[in-house]
């Protein structure tokens, strides 16, 4: 279930959508796109995968296109214990933006996006089989939590793949993955019971 949250500028959290016409019209506002995409097999070689992904979502690729440039692709896969976990979870927490439009697709597990918007911040929770753009120079970062459990497709607008300037700033108290979805699963909880 994709979920999208408004944070202030201090990091208080401030409303959260989860049905997909709300999510998508909040991401509109910050130049983000949102969608889904079905689940195929894909077999990815070291190195640049944009020919593999082209033959497993050729029609898919090919509506993204239209508003985008690709030349390359890669994927990366994180599971429970991974070593390279700590640092690369320290390289993404840390904000930073990109000189081409940053496209992931989740093949499995899930992931969560805080984006600037405005004086704020959305955190964008996205799962299996969702998809985000976010412009080229939006500033932001990533997080999968202690126990990370993701495998994310990554399109790129520059043959040489991964290039992220980081910002520097220092963010506010935003919610790291575990306490976003344990605060979120509090909230459609209520809900729930209303
Ligand atoms: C889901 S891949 C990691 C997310 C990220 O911040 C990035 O690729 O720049």
């Known amino acids: 279930m994709v979920a999208l949250a408004r944070f202030d500028t201090e990091g208080q959290w401030e409303e959260t959508w989860v049905c997909d016409g709300l999510v998508r019209q909040n991401l509109a506002a910050a130049g983000v796109q949102f969608g889904r995409w079905p689940l195929r097999p894909l077999q990815l070689p070291a190195g640049d995968g944009l020919a593999a992904v082209q033959a497993a979502y050729g029609e898919e690729l090919a509506a993204l296109g239209e508003h985008f440039t690709l030349r390359s692709a890669d994927r990366v896969a994180v599971?429970?214990?991974?070593?390279r976990w700590p640092a690369l979870r320290a390289q993404y927490l840390a904000e930073h933006r990109h000189g081409d439009a940053e496209i992931r697709f989740f093949l499995s597990g899930t992931g969560l996006f805080y984006l600037r918007s405005g004086a704020g911040f959305l955190g964008l929770l996205c799962e299996a089989g969702e998809w985000v753009a976010l412009p080229a120079g939006l500033a932001h970062c990533f997080d999968a939590g202690e126990a990370p459990a993701f495998e994310a497709l990554r399109l790129f607008g520059q043959p040489q793949g991964w290039v992220a300037e980081?910002?520097?700033?220092?963010?506010?108290?935003?919610?790291?993955?575990?306490?976003?979805?344990?605060?979120?699963?509090?909230?459609?909880?209520e809900v729930a019971e209303e």
């Not at 980081?166 to 909880?189: K, S």
């Open 166 to 189: 980081p910002t520097g700033a220092a963010l506010p108290a935003l919610p790291r993955y575990d306490d976003f979805v344990a605060q979120l699963l509090e909230q459609v909880g």
């Open 79 to 83: 599971s429970p214990g991974d070593a």
